[in-house]
C-alpha cells in the first residue's frame, strides 16, 4: 500500500510569505505528525494530529500551525517566514490513539527554502 | 523524556554484521525504544522496535538487556545501502500519561559500510 506522501517536495519561498506543505497519511492510519529537521536543531517535533484535533504541540512559535481533516490528511502552515524556517518538513502518521507501541512511519519530506 | 547516548560513528565492512549501541540508562518501565535511519535526508525509515523482549523482523534485530538500560540493534550482513544515520529513540508516555507521544531525536550513529 502507499506510503505517506508529502507535498510539494521541493519549494522556494520569500521571507514574510505564508507556506502550507500536505500530508496524506497511510491507508487506515488517523494519526498524522509533523517535524521539522534543520542542520543545527536536528529533528524536531512540532504537533500531533487525531482525529482532526490537536493532541500534542512542541516548541515552536505560533507561526507554525497545522490541521486535520475528516480523512485524515494534514497540512501545517508557517505564517511570516524567515530564514531560519528554511528545513525538511517530515510527515508521520500512525494507526492512531497509541496505547501500546505503534509503528510510526514517516514520509519523505518537502524541503523549504526561505530566500 | 529518557535520554539516548550513541556512538557518534561507526564503520563496519560490508558482509558482516553490524551492531550499534544505544544507553538509555534512565528509561522507564514503560517507554519503548525504536530505531530508525535516515539516507541523504529522506524520510526516517522505520526499523524496529520493542518494550522488554529482543525483536526480529526482516531488517534487524533488536537485543535489549535485562535491565533495559540499553539495547543493540543488528544488522547482520551490512551492505553499502546501509549507511546511513541511526537513530536510537526512547518513546514516553504523554505528559498526560494516556498515550504514546512524540519521537524525540538525538544525534544519531552514523554508519558506514566500507565494500
Known amino acids: 500500500k502507499a506510503g505517506v506522501t508529502q507535498t510539494p517536495r521541493y519549494l522556494i519561498k520569500t521571507r514574510g510569505q505564508q507556506v502550507t506543505l500536505s500530508c496524506s497519511p497511510i491507508s487506515g492510519h488517523r494519526s498524522v505528525s509533523w517535524y521539522q529537521q534543520t542542520p543545527g536543531q536536528g529533528l524536531q517535533f512540532l504537533f500531533e494530529?487525531?482525529?482532526?484535533?490537536?493532541?500534542n504541540k512542541g516548541n515552536f512559535p505560533g507561526r507554525f500551525s497545522g490541521r486535520q481533516f475528516s480523512n485524515s490528511r494534514s497540512e501545517m502552515n508557517v505564517s511570516t517566514l524567515e530564514l531560519g524556517d528554511s528545513a525538511l518538513y517530515l510527515c508521520a502518521s500512525s494507526l492512531g490513539l497509541d496505547f501500546s507501541g505503534n509503528t510510526i512511519y514517516f514520509g519523505e519530506g518537502s524541503w523549504l527554502t526561505v530566500v | 523524556d529518557a535520554k539516548t547516548t550513541q556512538p557518534p560513528s561507526m564503520d563496519c565492512a560490508e558482509g558482516r554484521a553490524a551492531n550499534l549501541p544505544c544507553n538509555h540508562s534512565t528509561i522507564s518501565g514503560n517507554e519503548y525504544v525504536y530505531w530508525y535511519r535516515q539516507i541523504h535526508s529522506q524520510g526516517p525509515q522505520y526499523i524496529i522496535h520493542?518494550?522488554?523482549n529482543n525483536e526480529t523482523n526482516e531488517m534487524a534485530s533488536l537485543i535489549i538487556t535485562e535491565d533495559r538500560k540499553s539495547s543493540t540493534l543488528i544488522l547482520p550482513h551490512a551492505t553499502l545501502r546501509d549507511t546511513a544515520v541511526y537513530y536510537c529513540?526512547?518513546?514516553?508516555?504523554?505528559?498526560?500519561?494516556?498515550?504514546?507521544?512524540?519521537?524525540?531525536f538525538g544525534q544519531g550513529t552514523i554508519l558506514t559500510v566500507h565494500p
Open positions: 494530529y487525531f482525529s482532526e484535533t490537536q493532541r
Open positions: 529513540i526512547v518513546r514516553a508516555l504523554t505528559p498526560g500519561g494516556t498515550s504514546y507521544g512524540k519521537l524525540t
Open positions: 520493542g518494550l522488554k
